[in-house]
């Protein structure tokens, strides 16, 4: 198995396996793609695209399989792989991007199609399309070092990378980095409809938005001081701050809402492992 250039069949181009595709392809070194997905058109040099399994060229063994279907879609997908790669499978090892579904899971159903895979974990999300994702990641011990390396640095060529020791940590990773793009782009959806419904032009309203959470995320990325140090530097003694802050900070409101959204996503991420 080739580390330092590995070579990778993308089981799904849909918005996550999408957005995973344009952060490798626009990687330092990408590695060598095959897609496979009946919606992905066939029209880009730098990967090959096959619609099924059984179209597959038998010159083509991936060392990493990365699985980026639906939850209720992996097997399917994994059997159909199994079957049309044969013995070539037993040299593969899948990395699941799935909400929830467990490596135990992944790994019996591959078992049952007829071939014993390793199953590594990584939930990515949306950002790695511009290559500042933020993916959890978690290696079973059934993989090799080689293969958890590989699918480590796979993640790390598209953002950066938290790796788990216990699996089941994964669902918290889901409810803040995997789902958490949402709830930052939700922001800027309400604060451009607050700038329309208090009078600005619709163009200024959603360039103030973006802007305002593009340079405040940029000054949590690149300087040091904690979230609370650079909130509280926005917010004067008895300012504009600190009143919109008191709605948003007031005890029934943000303090309580986000650690329960968080919570609803983890119960959903442990309702999809089965
Ligand atoms: N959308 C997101 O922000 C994130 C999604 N995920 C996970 O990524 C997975 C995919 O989610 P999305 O990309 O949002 O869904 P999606 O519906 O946009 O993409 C799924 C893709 O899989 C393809 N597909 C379905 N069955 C297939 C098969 N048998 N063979 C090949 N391709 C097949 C579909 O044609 C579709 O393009 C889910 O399991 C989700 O939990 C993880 C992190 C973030
Ligand atoms: O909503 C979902 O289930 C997927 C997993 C994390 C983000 N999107």
């Given at each position: 198995?080739?580390?330092?250039h590995?070579?990778?069949?993308?089981?799904?181009?849909?918005?996550?396996?999408?957005?995973?595709l344009?952060g490798?392809l626009a990687?330092?070194?990408?590695p060598k793609?095959f897609?496979?997905?009946?919606?992905k058109a066939?029209?880009?040099?730098?990967f090959?695209?096959v619609?099924?399994?059984e179209?597959i060229?038998?010159s083509f063994?991936?060392?990493?399989?990365?699985?980026a279907?639906?939850?209720a879609?992996?097997?399917?997908?994994?059997?159909?792989?199994?079957k049309a790669?044969?013995?070539?499978?037993?040299?593969c090892?899948i990395?699941s991007?799935?909400?929830?579904?467990t490596?135990?899971s992944?790994?019996?159903m591959?078992?049952?199609a007829?071939q014993?895979?390793p199953?590594l974990r990584?939930?990515?999300?949306t950002p790695?399309?511009?290559?500042a994702g933020?993916?959890?990641?978690?290696?079973?011990p059934?993989a090799?070092?080689t293969?958890?390396?590989?699918c480590?640095d796979l993640?790390?060529a598209i953002?950066e990378?938290v790796?788990?020791?216990k699996e089941?940590?994964?669902?918290?990773v889901?409810g803040?980095s995997?789902s958490?793009?949402?709830?930052?782009f939700?922001l800027?959806e309400?604060l451009e409809?607050?700038?329309?419904k208090?009078?600005?032009p619709?163009d200024?309203?959603?360039r103030l938005a973006?802007a305002?959470?593009y340079?405040a995320?940029?000054?949590?990325?690149?300087l040091?001081e904690?979230a609370?140090t650079?909130?509280?530097?926005v917010?004067?003694?008895?300012g504009?701050t600190?009143?919109?802050l008191s709605?948003?900070?007031?005890?029934?409101?943000?303090p309580k809402?986000?650690?329960e959204a968080?919570?609803?996503?983890?119960?959903?991420?442990?309702?999809l492992?089965?």
């Amino acid at each position: 198995m080739a580390s330092s250039h590995p070579s990778i069949l993308l089981v799904g181009s849909g918005k996550m396996g999408g957005a995973m595709l344009d952060g490798w392809l626009a990687s330092k070194t990408p590695p060598k793609i095959f897609v496979m997905d009946r919606h992905k058109a066939n029209d880009d040099a730098r990967f090959s695209v096959v619609k099924t399994a059984e179209e597959i060229p038998s010159s083509f063994t991936p060392d990493i399989i990365v699985l980026a279907v639906k939850p209720a879609a992996a097997e399917t997908a994994i059997t159909s792989l199994v079957k049309a790669l044969g013995s070539r499978a037993s040299s593969c090892a899948i990395l699941s991007v799935l909400a929830g579904k467990t490596c135990l899971s992944l790994a019996e159903m591959a078992k049952n199609a007829g071939q014993a895979m390793p199953v590594l974990r990584a939930m990515p999300n949306t950002p790695t399309s511009v290559g500042a994702g933020m993916s959890g990641f978690f290696a079973s011990p059934e993989a090799s070092k080689t293969q958890a390396q590989i699918c480590h640095d796979l993640m790390l060529a598209i953002g950066e990378v938290v790796t788990v020791d216990k699996e089941e940590d994964l669902a918290t990773v889901t409810g803040i980095s995997g789902s958490g793009p949402a709830y930052v782009f939700l922001l800027a959806e309400l604060l451009e409809k607050a700038a329309v419904k208090y009078g600005l032009p619709a163009d200024s309203a959603r360039r103030l938005a973006r802007a305002t959470i593009y340079g405040a995320g940029r000054m949590l990325q690149t300087l040091p001081e904690d979230a609370e140090t650079l909130r509280k530097n926005v917010t004067s003694p008895n300012g504009t701050t600190a009143a919109a802050l008191s709605v948003l900070m007031e005890e029934n409101a943000w303090p309580k809402n986000v650690p329960e959204a968080v919570q609803a996503a983890r119960k959903r991420s442990d309702e999809l492992a089965s």
